[in-house]
């Protein structure tokens, strides 16, 4: 069994910026410093957005992969793709999106970055993102535009299908949307290639987007698991691929 998630017990307060930055040294080198300090100062608009809305309190980022734009002396920063592991996340609990060791109602606020569109079923996810949120807590998430990614060519999935996915229980691997990626993502010359593979073996299942979505999509599903829009942008102006929501539990 995993260990418990508990804010209030976890020991990010000494997980600061520069013990994260010692850390990312150590194990990736000084090329590693550069991308950080890039990726950070890159993103100034996004730092202020969760000061706003999360200016105090426990969180939890969801999928937080090599870098992160959190509060770290007061973010549990997880991670749940196996590929990582702990050589390409800087994570520091690892767990899957829709299976998260934490006690109901313990975080003021989540964060999640490109992550939603990765899960076969966001239903599951976010009602279990919902179940450790505070009352009035938040989550703010960042998520890849249809129309200003490689997904430009994909149709956008339908409420419908999501929660059609969520009754019947859909879990990973699924392949539901593979044919779709390969056909409109993967180069056209790496499409009969990888058509020669079995599907549980697939290289592209770990990237796969199965979900595609413009700003009003997330909205709408949000407001359909009774979270409150504070706050929309469809081009976020420091990761112009995409949209950021911000919505709060009832």
């Given at each position: ?8 017990q ?27 300090f890039r ?12 000061q ?12 937080v ?9 007061r ?7 196996s ?21 109901d ?11 939603l569109e990765?899960?076969?079923n ?8 919902k ?5 009035k ?6 998520l ?36 779709d990626?390969?056909?409109n993502v ?8 990888y ?11 770990g ?11 997330i ?7 009774d ?11 420091d990761r ?11």
């Amino acid at each position: 069994m995993k260990n418990l998630l508990i804010p209030t017990q976890h020991r990010y307060p000494q997980f600061g910026y520069p013990v994260y930055l010692r850390q990312l040294y150590r194990r990736y080198g000084l090329k590693s410093l550069y991308k950080q300090f890039r990726f950070n100062n890159r993103r100034p608009f996004s730092r202020s957005l969760i000061q706003q809305y999360a200016p105090s309190g426990f969180g939890i980022e969801i999928g937080v992969g090599f870098f992160t734009i959190a509060p770290l002396k007061r973010t549990i920063l997880t991670d749940g793709f196996s590929s990582h592991g702990n050589d390409d996340s800087i994570a520091t609990d690892f767990c899957k999106a829709d299976e998260i060791p934490a006690p109901d109602s313990s975080f003021e606020f989540i964060l999640s970055e490109h992550v939603l569109e990765h899960l076969c079923n966001p239903i599951r996810a976010i009602e279990e993102w919902k179940r450790i949120l505070k009352p009035k807590g938040k989550i703010i998430i960042f998520l890849p535009h249809k129309d200003r990614t490689f997904d430009r060519n994909r149709q956008r999935t339908k409420l419908a299908h999501l929660f059609e996915d969520y009754q019947k229980q859909v879990s990973d691997p699924d392949f539901t949307h593979l044919d779709d990626w390969i056909t409109n993502v993967v180069k056209p010359g790496l499409a009969s290639h990888y058509a020669s593979i079995p599907e549980a073996k697939h290289p592209e299942l770990g990237s796969m987007h199965h979900h595609v979505w413009i700003t009003d999509d997330i909205c709408e599903l949000l407001q359909a698991l009774d979270f409150k829009i504070l706050y929309r942008l469809d081009c976020c102006p420091d990761r112009q691929d995409s949209f950021v929501v911000v919505a709060e539990k009832a």
